[in-house]
């Protein structure tokens, strides 16, 4: 805002002596005022009073901990008028309840508090806004933070003066979407189950404008194993019916997935093992959940699985091949993968390569390689490099390499060794670059509710 008040200026003195203005306007330049911030909008002003005053009365701000919205303060239409509500978050910890979500609605140039949402417990969660049955208005879902080990979970709907509560439970894990294909968005929640046994419960909307449950299930994982790496994610089955995907991780380093779907209006879980009663789906983790990976609109699923091991015993990290799965519990193999989670890239398999090369890992300061080699000869086909540090630039076109990538830090280089391999294991810099990508870790850009 300053450097354009001083262009402006600039350009104005300029103008005047370019076109040899006689009669130009004089000023005098205080440059003070080059400098002063910018003024607020009177209702954000207005805004601050109100947010100053409970402020004084002992409340401190408590911005929710976790999700996507983390701002003391944040600015949302909620009743789809077209304007903004403001919704702020405090403790204050002299109350009966001492956690407050205040809500504001904007009158013409100024704010008034509307209502309030107070809640007892350490700390407010998370908040989400999602307008789950069509009717043009935000329902509020509040995470409360109760006690160490203890999740609460409520969902409000709002008119002009006040919100109205429509479920209220303990929780882990949450998610709103739209299961039964009605275009209103459901609820499900992860909870513990009286014997310690994960459940899903599964919401619907009622004819009176309520949610209730309709049905619920058990789980292969626990609430452990959900609330540290664990995820639940909304997506699609090979049919494109929708499905809920639910990852638990073991304190063995495995990842135990659940295929939640709708069967007659009841939520099922798709690959139950009739034998033991839990998921079918466990496979070493791999720090991948499920996602729509090929970008094709269908859910595919990972598997970690091994890859062969050199003549000395190298081996260096897995082949994850991505499955999709349908109603019923049946799979198809749609890609695979060759994912290097410390240097952040992965490179699309050929399937001719499957079962026919391994891989092996090598660090110096500056670069990190990967070396693809032909089992049984060891003769290397491919070689992926991590450069980092001064003169990457430089050693990035040196010999044979030429670049398949760029981050802010790093830069990363192939090379073919040995274009004599040929065969199967041909691959021109073209076909690398297409089938090289570079990894971004979902939960550095997201987090739960």
Known sequence: MTRHRLTVILLFMMLCTLTGCASAPSFTLNPQELYALPKLPAKY???NGLLTEILSSGAEYAAPTSGTNIQSVQLIDLNGDGREEAVAFFRNPTDEKPLKICIFSAEGDSYRLATRIEGSGTAIYSINYVDMNKDGRM???????????????????????????LVRTDYVKYLTFDLNEDEQQELIVLRAGENGDGVADYYSWQDDDTLMTRSYIRISSTMAELSQQGRVRSGTLRNGEPAIFVSGITDQGMAVTDILTLRGGE????????????????????????????????????RSIPLPTGPSGETAYRLIDWRQFDRSGESVSVLCTYHNLDDGWYLRVPSAWLDRFYAVRTTSPGEASVTFCLRGSAQPFLRVSALTGSGRDMRAVRGNRFIIGRRTETIYTAEIPDKSVGGDFSITEEELRSAFSLIIREDWLTSDN
Request: charged fraction near 20%; proline fraction near 6%; glycine fraction near 4%.
């Open 45 to 47: 002003t207005e805004l």
């Open 139 to 165: 329902e509020i879902a509040v995470g409360w933070k109760a006690a160490a080990e203890l999740q609460v979970l409520e969902i409000y709907t709002s008119d002009e003066e006040e919100t109205h509560p």
């Open 267 to 302: 939520i099922s879980n798709v690959v139950i093992d009739q034998t033991t009663g839990v998921s079918a789906e466990i496979s070493p983790f791999c720090s991948l959940y499920p996602s729509d990976f090929n970008s094709d609109g269908i859910t595919e699923t990972p």
